[in-house]
């Protein structure tokens, strides 16, 4: 998962990630140290002060407690013409079209059979030019047809519906899980099968997805981490193994 979203990030782009973000912010040191040296992040407020250790969260103490300032996205980018040009997400359910639920799932939002953390701060989903999913769970009950609450809007229903609301923005690129990676369809924005990743099946994605992947033909497999991806995960950004833990 690191692997694929470090190759798609590209040097001198600005990007975040959100609280749980081991695998984003592995992705994004990957990239720096392999091709985009010159990649900024959220004004680098949330960047490890010790080097080859990661934690399971931006906000862990153990990193943010050690920075000089801490400061919120609106001032740091709200005002800003430019933007994000990229950030991460997941949630408690995914649907087709890319929206994301973080809010509740069963019952209504004031009585929910489950309770999701909701959305804090999600400005910069509307600053933010694209946005990548990845969960680190791929089943049918976090990827579903359609999500119980729209937290953060991907495609909304499609191509009409998110011209309607306004949403300019290219909104999700790829979808990223232990299982496989997913984009989404030019012309309809439904979610499809884009590859699986070693000892995964498109048959066996599928059925962990509770809607059509629109699985055409045959899926190729996603292409592996090279030797020296791997070296400086493993030596320079992850000493401690946190990403295989």
Known sequence: MVVVLARDLADGELGAAGAAALVPMAAIALARELHAPNLTVGGEMF???????????????????????????????????????FFFHSGLQHDVYGNINLHHVGGTLHAP???????????????????????????????????DFITIPGHLSGPAAKRDAGLVNEGPRLVVTPRAVMDFDKTTLRMRLKSVHAGNTPEEVQRHTGFDLAI???????RPPTEEELRVLRERIDTSGALRA
Do not use: W
């Open 216 to 222: 055409r033909g045959e899926v190729p497999q996603t």
């Open 47 to 85: 960047f490890n002060p010790e080097p080859g250790r990661l934690y399971p969260s931006m906000l862990d103490d153990r990193a943010l407690g050690r920075c000089e300032a801490a400061e919120t996205f609106i001032e740091l980018f709200g005002h800003s013409h430019h933007g994000l040009d």
């Open 113 to 147: 059979k489950m309770r999701g953390p909701g959305a804090a701060n999600l400005s910069y989903c509307h600053t933010s030019s694209r946005y990548y999913i990845c969960p680190t769970v791929h089943t049918a009950r976090n990827f579903v047809e359609t999500v």
